[in-house]
């Protein structure tokens, strides 16, 4: 089976998912890259691009590992969604040991937001501009951006993000809102709205959102959720993508038979969603495709066996799901 072929019969641009390279194991692991290369039709930069290592000192770029990246997606054949610009973590320490002025960190901001885009250009599909920024609540969180900036700080990088793009011709670059908890129907969703028709207001533009869809198994949103919620930001005129699902285990075991079952009909449900809401759902990207690799553990302690694919690279029910969704 190849996901990402299956996708496309279905008038998806791509199933996709994180991958984390260069600098780690998956770099060199044959077997991986094998899997890597045969079901996914795009890959996002688990952490590549990220501020940290693209900007580690003040006006001090590397793009080493963010090349890189796309060097190995280009050659795989896939597309990449760049990510991304501006978020709370992974930050630089001369961005978040500083008292700054609203000004000057303004001024950083925009030059992260250049630099970075135009480096990379065309060669991304497009960009998370603005990355998780909401509470659960709706209401902007905590982050050297806003407390020092205030809410400004999220319509002005879109409107850098356009801008440096427009400098180089490269207006065909998508821009996107990403974030978790805005699957469902509720507050926080609709405050993603809003800040839609802001940016709107302001003739600032914005191609779409990513919905990160990390799942608990036997807690993923309904598929009528689901599909409710990609319909409400459709009819607003945007793209939506799921851009990082997992589906993992709360606590062990993750493998029982009983486990991996339900596992396989949420990652169905949230599939099928994507593909019921149609040609807008423009693509499925699983955060990391094998339980070894899967950020899920490091992260979420005791939790685990996310993935499609278990920590020796077998397909586990959830990846037919998968394909039987598409
Ligand atoms: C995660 C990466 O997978 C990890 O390797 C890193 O240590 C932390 O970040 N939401 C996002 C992603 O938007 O950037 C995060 O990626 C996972 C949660």
Not at 93 to 113: G, K, P
Not at 241 to 263: C, H, K, N, V, W
Request: proline content about 3%.
């Amino acid at each position: 089976i190849d996901l990402n072929i299956l996708a496309q019969h279905r008038d998806k641009l791509w199933v996709g998912t994180a991958v984390d390279i260069p600098g780690t194991s998956e770099t060199t692991d044959s077997a991986y890259l094998d899997v890597l290369r045969k079901n996914f039709g795009e890959m996002t930069p688990a952490n590549a691009m990220k501020f940290m290592y693209t900007e580690p000192e003040q006006n001090v770029f590397n793009f080493t590992e963010g090349d890189y990246f796309l060097d190995v997606a280009e050659r795989f054949g896939s597309q990449v969604r760049c990510h991304n610009l501006v978020w709370v973590s992974e930050l630089s320490d001369f961005v978040t040991s500083q008292n700054w002025t609203a000004e000057a960190l303004t001024a950083v901001m925009r030059n992260h937001i250049f630099k970075t885009v135009q480096h990379f250009g065309r060669r991304c599909y497009s960009w998370d501009v603005v990355n998780e920024a909401l509470n659960s609540d709706g209401t902007f969180s905590s982050s050297v951006w806003y407390d020092t900036i205030g809410e400004e700080y999220f319509y002005l990088a879109y409107q850098y993000a356009q801008e440096a793009l427009a400098e180089i011709g490269a207006n065909d670059v998508k821009l996107f809102y990403n974030d978790y908890g805005i699957e469902n129907p509720g507050t926080k969703a609709d405050a993603v709205l809003q800040l839609v028709s802001e940016l709107r207001k302001r003739h600032t533009r914005i191609d779409g959102v990513g919905l990160e869809s990390h799942f608990i198994v036997g807690e993923t949103p309904s598929l009528a959720d689901q599909l409710s919620t990609k319909q409400t930001y459709i009819q607003a005129g945007l793209d939506v993508a799921m851009t990082e699902l997992d589906i993992r285990f709360s606590e062990a075991p993750f493998y029982s038979a009983a486990g991996q079952q339900q596992q396989a009909a949420d990652y169905y449900t949230s599939v099928a969603s994507c593909v019921q809401a149609g040609p807008r759902c423009i693509g499925v990207v699983v955060w990391d495709f094998d339980d070894a690799y899967s950020w899920v553990p490091g992260t979420f302690v005791g939790q685990g066996g996310a993935t499609l694919f278990n920590s020796t690279l077998q397909a586990k029910p959830a990846y037919y799901a998968v394909a039987e969704a598409l």
